[in-house]
């Protein structure tokens, strides 16, 4: 499409509706916001980090606030103007293939002006590839606000779409694409599993099936995979982009959702409506005092042992899943802070913060906390005139609190650093540098991983991205060189800030059961490379046998054959294909298996058929 006939409209930034924030400039924005701007956010509204600045901040506050707030992303960008990270220049500007007439761009007249006589824009209609450093190396070149401006515009040009119906000519490609970029706006998207049963079993037909691990992705992971896929999405049926976006949806819904409502919600899930009632009322997940059996049984006509069996049946059932719970994790860690106090203190707290819509008892969430696998640094003690009140030691609920940011950054990269916890903490939960470092020493499960003391990761955190990949990669071949393990994280990473240092992966490989890292850190070799098998989904495990039947090389059609006559979906082989750390692309169409060197006479006659058979590739 021709510039003059593109919808582009001017309005200088931040402008009213629009992000803050670019989401393509996340990483280097995720810095706690200034006491400033946290003074004036209104209660209950969960804001915290620069980055997350989208645009219903202006939904929330008034203009001037987040004008305020866009001269604190100005000057951080500037700041980082000169030295942006590879990650961040390398990511792509994408665009609406055929839809460019429909949807508005809006910049400031300077950017306008820049981007026209640079030719930018007129590369962006046409839908010719362009990435995030094109901006910046631009002729006229954009300066910081512009260059922020132009990220704005670009972004919210794609999110606008997800307002109205997809039109027919918009593909599945560029749809999923879409509701991606709206799911990574989500900074609670790192924390909700793909398992969680409020998201329904069918979820992504045709990528995941029951056998495969879907308990184990988040959706962020889910989100950044289709983002940065290499291969058109076409191939998946239609159902996963309406799943998807459903389950983006219901992770907003549940954000925002009271205390009580949560906690009905996930019993529901496992439990018909006279059971929910049942052990809601007999558990105090209602926010009331706990009723008794008999009590209960009265109510629903039943006997006092058939309520015990369904509060037991929920109780076990309950404890298996994996459930998305933000209320109840706020309402932990609000009583914390308040601790020491009365329980009435801390259930009228609760109310007045909107984290409940009455007054919840402490009691009520001590025990939902027990029976879904959340740590609690406070408990209820009955004082000797009789009052309960709520108890904790000051040092352990700031070892809760790191704990807490520690988990949560490890999401990501499955290891963090003292600086990242730094910068996300506040003046209550640490006191510098050292005191964080004191604080990380007297958790057992904390294992450093180099001699300074900066980088580490929790050894009992479950599904840990970064071990995955490197057993996944060892799984399918070993010994691999910690160089080509770092390639291998690089390809199945779900983080923007990129892949690890050879030597800390190697360090973290000493640190795993059933591998050996030799003295330089060069090699890292399985024990027992079949015990590392139960690490793989099965379509990965059929993948890798696939890949050595062929002698560790092969052409990605017949690659995709095989698969399917293992009954290997067509989406499902090209999700994996994308993403599988054990995967090496070695030309465009030629795979191999990580580390097994193949014949390079024989990869010359793959790469000859398979340009007779794409010649235009």
Known sequence: MDVAQANITTAKYPRKGFSIAPLALAQILQIPLPESLTTQLPSGYRVTHLAELDETVWLRRDEQFCQQAASVVIAEVMRRYRSLPHEITAQPLEHLTGMTGGVRLVFSNRTRNALERSGLLERWLSDEP??????????????PVSFIDALVGFENALLETLDRPAPRQLDIDTQMRLVALQALRNPRASSVMLGDPRLEAPLFVGVFTRRDRRDEITLEAFANRIVKAEHHLDNYPLEIFEQFRASESSVRMFVDMKLEDELAEVVRVVASERDAQAFIAHRGWDGKEPKSLREIAEELDISHERVRQICAQVDDQLGDQQFFMPALDR?????????PCATS????????????????SPSGVL???????????????????????????????RRYCVLGLARRAMVERGYTSVSALLAAANENECRG???LRNILESIPTVSWLDAQHEMFWLTDTPNNALASAIMKTLAAHSPQESCELREAI?????????PPPSWLIAEFCRQLPMLEVDEVGRFVTAHHQTALESELAPTEWVMIHTLKTQGGVITRSRFRDMCAQAHIPRATFYFYLDV????EELERGIYALRGSSPDPATVEILIDESLRLNPHR
């Open 130 to 143: 362009l990435c995030v450093g094109d901006l910046l190396t631009s002729t006229p070149r954009l300066g």
């Open 331 to 339: 309402a932990i860690t609000a009583i914390a802070k308040a601790a």
């Open 345 to 360: 203190d801390a259930a009228e707290m609760l109310q007045e913060t909107g984290t409940a819509n009455e007054a919840f």
């Open 367 to 397: 025990d939902a906390a027990a029976v879904l696998g959340r740590d609690v640094p406070w408990e209820l003690m009955c004082h000797v005139n009789g009052e309960e009140r709520v108890d904790a030691d000051p040092s352990r609920v």
């Open 433 to 435: 540098r050292d005191d």
């Open 490 to 498: 690089k390809r199945s990473s779900v983080s923007r800030s990129g």
């Open 580 to 583: 599988a750390p054990f995967i």
